[in-house]
């Protein structure tokens, strides 16, 4: 949850709250299971929770690494900023929040839709069950692969690399809840919110639902776009990737899409079809 850049964006006075509240969603993604399988008397899979926690685990320990191939390119987007954006208005907060939200729709359209990204991102779409605790498992592989990129304009336009990824941080764990599929339509907020409706939609490998309801807090920018797609009631969701991984092995969920890629590349021939396998979608042949 980058509950680090937080921390350094509120003081250290803060500290104990985010301690609480990431507390607090391990204990929410716990109860959910405790629940379905004590109370509900309905299957729930505990080993796919527990490789969820070993996703976290994992991503922790590679950015504790402090490798990232944006952070140069974020510190040469500051030196340079066209101004600078103090977070002392409400305006300020405001632009910054969509400004981010639409860094956000564009970072996750193309997570979808460019295989080089897609290789990080399929780790999130490969529960296949919708939990809370799958909300956890954001991949290891993002600070290398540049997905930050797409919030260096933020820096560029004046706000600080730290506002920027804290703001982005909150963003995920706004999400936290959207995992939950036992929630309710929440009426009109539907229009503008990004819900745990939307989120079904967005975690579903049907091909009806595929690539769609990118938004992070809000759903506008789908809207806008023309890739907002509704739950339909005649078709449930069927969650997980489009070829389903079963494996809870943290590594191979980690790195099953890294090695299908690099299969790919080796069996591509000559640098135009190379290109087409790294940058391309999702599923384009070498």
Known sequence: MQADLLRHALGPEALPWLLALLGLVLVAATAEGLVQTFVRRQPYDWRAYAASLADTAGRRAVDALGLSIAAPLLALAWTHRLTTLPLSTPAA???????????????????????????????????????????LRLGWTGKLTGTTLFFTPL???????????????????YQFWLHAPWLPRLGPLEWVLNTPTHHKVHHASNPEYLDCNYGGVLIVFDRLFGTFVDLRADLPPRYGLTTPLHTHNPLRIAFHE?????????????????????????GAQP
């Open 258 to 282: 890294w090695a299908r890629l690099a299969q790919d590349l080796r069996r591509a021939r000559g640098l135009k079809r190379r290109l087409r396998v790294l940058f391309g979608p999702p």
């Open 155 to 173: 820096v560029w336009l004046g706000f600080s690399p730290t506002a920027v990824m804290a703001t982005l941080a909150a963003n995920l764990l």
């Open 93 to 135: 907060f405001v632009l910054l929040f969509l400004g981010q939200e639409l860094c956000y729709y564009a970072y996750h359209r193309a997570a979808h839709r460019v295989r080089w990204f897609w290789a990080t991102h399929a780790v999130r779409h490969s529960p296949n069950e919708l939990t809370l605790a799958a909300a």
